[in-house]
């Protein structure tokens, strides 16, 4: 197929005839000079349509374009600093795939509800193109950090005969002969089984929760990164956490100058949140924390989302609370040597309010604690036979955790519900389109 000229790659076509192939943003003018604002999924860019020197058939189809109409127009790239991208098309010919019928999305204020039922048109507008461009970004950041950081990427299921988080939030569906299976919390279980295979193990996919938050953290169906690593303790997991959010932020930053632009997001107080060391707090001294600002907490309670918002006003970087009451904390984790009322665990609250953005957790390696843990929370014995083989078979330490990805990319736009920040959003009340 023949090179194809693409608008964000103007600057290296001044004075050259390209072709764009596209779509209508809008339009204006009238008279002998005429203005496009085409997008062509990659930016957007001016047609400037001058009667007399394109061909007068392609002037007079100006008339008939409407709001996202298709089409490909041929013409001159010239630099113009006044422009939107700081270059213009001096148009020859215009050519109309489709004229678009009137199109629901207009240029004011629309309502959050309709927007999210228009979500198959919505994601042409700007600030949503940017949004899914970062996250695009994040995405490769993170792969790319884990690649280089020596870490195999396994693929872990999604129908799942174990559960992996919570009983209570699973969504199941009918699996042949074999009764119920059930869509991944996560894909944590899996991979420590993988990282005895390869020491330094991630995946990343989509996870599922039938959670009924009504939050703008919560989605029913999200993305996740688990990482497992070998031979590592509770402390030096947060330290490998640390590690990585700092270089995904540092790559996404990079790779997103102009994305962040258009979405208004200062990369600046993003840099600075973690360019010192991340608070660390232990549960116990974040409920004195919390008690101390007159937030109402009781010890053993958790720490929910006006909490997290409370820590992310009082420190200017990323907070780790670690070491969690083990009543309210999943069945896989440490038991803490000194405190059995405690497990070795950290979830990591970003700045600005965009919540917990990490949980993680050193996992018990005692095979009788974790039966017994097991038991007590009623959880199915034979689903978890494999799992406890892990303990059975060159048992170590290890340690891991789960990134949200939605929230991430959240923090990263400056957007303050997770549901603009992925395509088609599944949320309690929605499920098209
Ligand atoms: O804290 P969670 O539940 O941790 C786990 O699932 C562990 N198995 C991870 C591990 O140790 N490998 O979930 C991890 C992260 C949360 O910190 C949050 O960012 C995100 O997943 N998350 C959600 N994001 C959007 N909507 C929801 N309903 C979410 N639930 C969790
Ligand atoms: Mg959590």
């Known amino acids: ?91 020859k010919s215009l050519e109309i795939v489709q004229i678009a019928e009137e199109y629901p999305i207009q240029p004011k204020e629309h309502g959050a509800e309709f927007l999210l039922d228009n979500r198959h048109l919505w994601l042409r507008s700007r600030l949503q193109w940017a949004a899914i461009r970062v996250r695009d970004n994040v995405v490769h950041a993170i792969r790319d950090y884990m690649r280089d950081e020596g870490y195999v990427l396994i693929d872990t299921p999604i129908l799942t005969g174990a559960i992996g988080e919570e009983s209570g939030t ?112 232990s549960y116990d001294e974040t409920v004195d924390f919390l008690k101390s600002k007159d937030f109402e907490i009781e010890h053993g309670q958790d720490v929910g989302g006006a909490a997290e918002t409370i820590l992310s006003d009082n420190f200017e970087t990323p907070v780790f609370i670690y070491d969690y009451p083990k009543a309210i904390k999943a069945f896989y984790m440490k038991e803490h040597p000194s405190r059995p009322d405690l497990v070795k665990c950290s979830d990591l609250i970003a700045p600005e309010g965009y919540g917990e953005i990490i949980g993680g957790s050193q996992r018990e390696d005692d095979i009788e604690k974790l039966i017994a843990r097991i038991r007590a929370d009623k959880l199915p014995e034979e689903a978890y036979s494999w799992y406890l083989d892990l303990r059975r078979y060159g048992s170590v330490p290890h340690a891991g955790f789960g990134l949200g990805v939605e929230r991430m990319v959240a923090w990263m736009t400056g957007i303050k519900h997770v549901r603009e920040v992925i395509p088609f959003p599944r949320m309690i009340y929605r499920l098209n389109p």
């Open 1 to 91: 197929m023949e090179k194809r000229f693409y608008i964000r790659d103007a600057k290296d076509y001044t004075g050259q005839e390209v072709t764009i192939r596209g779509w209508v943003y809008n339009k204006r003018g009238h008279g002998k000079v005429k203005f496009l604002i085409l997008r062509d999924g990659t930016g957007l860019m001016q047609a400037v349509i001058v009667q007399g020197e394109c061909d007068d058939d392609s002037f007079a189809r100006f008339d008939d374009l409407t709001q996202e109409s298709s089409v490909i127009v041929t013409g001159i790239i010239r630099e113009e600093a006044r422009s939107v991208g700081g270059y213009e098309l001096g148009l």
């Open 170 to 281: 699973l969504f199941s569906v009918e699996y042949f002969d074999l009764g119920q299976a059930y869509l991944a919390q996560t894909g944590q279980l899996y991979l420590e089984a993988a990282m005895f295979a390869h020491n330094k193990v991630y995946d990343f996919g989509p996870t599922f929760r039938a959670e009924k938050s009504k939050t703008r953290r919560h989605l029913t169906e999200f993305w996740m990164v688990d990482v497992e690593t070998a031979f590592v303790d509770n402390d030096e997991n947060m330290d490998i956490q640390e590690e990585f959010i700092k270089g995904v932020v540092k790559r996404t930053i990079a790779s997103s100058t102009a994305e962040l632009e258009i979405l208004e997001r200062d990369p600046e107080i993003i840099m600075k949140s973690i360019s010192k060391p991340f608070a660390r707090l």
